[in-house]
């Protein structure tokens, strides 16, 4: 089956490049739903364009993280996901979910973990000077970017980089390897 849901925050470009990767066959995998924090995001607009239910919720309005995260596990067992695929989600996962879907939720970060965790992780390695920077797919635990690296690749950071232009080549590099990454672990693991 492999059902997934998407969490995300932002803009979604890399929920679009896993679902052009399943429309192209890429990946065998169905997204079900779209799970989002943030009435505004770009990524909602994507997946009404593709007619991919999506649940918004807004944290204020819940007392607690685990509330809101136990009104994200009813939808999750109502489309029966297996797998939840963190991209751009800027909230730390639960114990609610964590027990639940215990080695099925993965997250992509845009550094070579673990340099670099948390916001803002290409300003860092700006910032730090260093000389190549990357993308990590890895396993979700109840840290902050700390759970098993399941794969990484790497970028050159040039002299005269900007945060825009390190952007761009990081978002190529995770646009490819977040959806080849995914096919081999749910074929694996499913
Ligand atoms: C990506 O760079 C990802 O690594 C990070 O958040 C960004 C999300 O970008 N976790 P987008 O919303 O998929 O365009």
Redesign the pocket.
Known sequence: MNNIAVF??????????ILDAIKSQKLEANIKLLVCDKPS???LERARNENIPQFVFHAKEYASKQEYERAILSQLREYEIEWII?????RLIGPTLLKEFEGKIV????SLLPVFPGKD??GQALEAGVEKSG?TIHFVDEGMDTGPVIAQREVQIDPNETKASL?IK??QI?HELYPATLQNLLQRRS
């Open positions: 995300a925050s932002g803009s979604g470009s890399n929920f679009q490049a995001a770009y990524v963190l991209a751009g989600y800027m997250n992509i970060h845009p992780a290409i993308v952007q990081i978002h995770e």
